[in-house]
């Protein structure tokens, strides 16, 4: 389990970035696959998400994750849903104490965001799809909507994929250059006609973009550490039939 200094600092709040260790999952998902939509044992990911509520201070029925579909749809949450219920969307914000909102990942940025003067907090899945078409500034104005103001939000960027195994081909950058010539800084040549993209960089530049006062990031790479986490684009290289997906989560405590 990962943390970022300056959340760890803020009383009433709790948030983790688990790593894919300390769960009771075997093979590929080994071990804290916290992933509902992976072919996984059921009752292997419920306990693994069992312990990741625990380890952030909510009930399991208190942990909330989304049917992630790479879009820039947020819900509010305003008490927890009924079990097996997951809207489609890739961000979650609330100012409901003990529910702990998480985003699962598995090469794209998990993003956790807080404004404690609010009392708001905000959990976003960030892949390249999300982030071009604005799942961080549609968070940060869903949280606006609770009362959070975004000078006063704090965001941290937990484990991805680093540009050194982000390989990309020629086509790939047109869309990010046609939203913004300066957006060309987030590539470099690799080998061949391929490139590296930094999703890293360039998530953090939406939420600059979106008003965030302070991103803090992790300096991982899920791709390349396969000890620590799980990764899509590694799994595709190994010819795996499955993947785990890693569960990030923030809660606001009584």
């Not at 302070?214 to 499955?242: I, K, M, N, Q, W």
């Amino acid at each position: 389990m990962l943390t970022i200094g300056r959340f760890n600092a803020i009383a009433g709040l709790r948030h983790a970035f688990f790593t894919r260790e300390g769960g009771v999952s075997e093979g590929i998902y080994a071990s804290l696959n916290c992933g509902l939509g992976s072919r996984d044992k059921p009752e292997h990911v419920f306990e693994n998400r069992r312990r990741a509520a625990m380890a952030v201070g909510v009930e399991p029925h208190n942990l909330l994750t989304c049917y992630q579909a790479h879009t820039a749809d947020v819900v509010t949450v305003e008490e927890a849903w009924p079990e097996g219920y997951r809207p489609r969307a890739d961000a979650l914000v609330t100012k409901t104490p003990g529910v702990a909102i998480g985003v699962l990942t598995a090469d794209c940025a998990p993003v956790l965001l807080a404004d404690m003067h609010a009392g708001v907090i905000g959990a976003a899945h960030a892949g390249w799809k999300g982030a071009l078409s604005g799942i961080l500034s549609a968070t940060v104005k869903a949280m606006a909507q609770l009362g959070a103001r975004p000078g006063q939000i704090d965001a941290a960027i937990g484990p991805c994929i680093a540009q050194r195994s982000y390989e990309v081909g020629p086509e790939f950058p047109a869309p990010f250059i046609a939203q913004a010539e300066s957006n060309q800084s987030f590539f470099r040549a690799g080998e061949k006609d391929r490139l590296l993209f930094d999703l890293k960089g360039y998530v953090a530049r939406r939420l600059v973009e979106a008003g965030v006062r302070v991103v803090e990031l992790l300096p991982c790479d899920t791709c390349a550490e396969e000890d620590r986490f799980f990764s899509y684009r590694r799994s595709r290289h190994l010819g795996e039939p499955d993947y785990g997906r890693g569960l990030s989560a923030i809660a606001l405590v009584r």
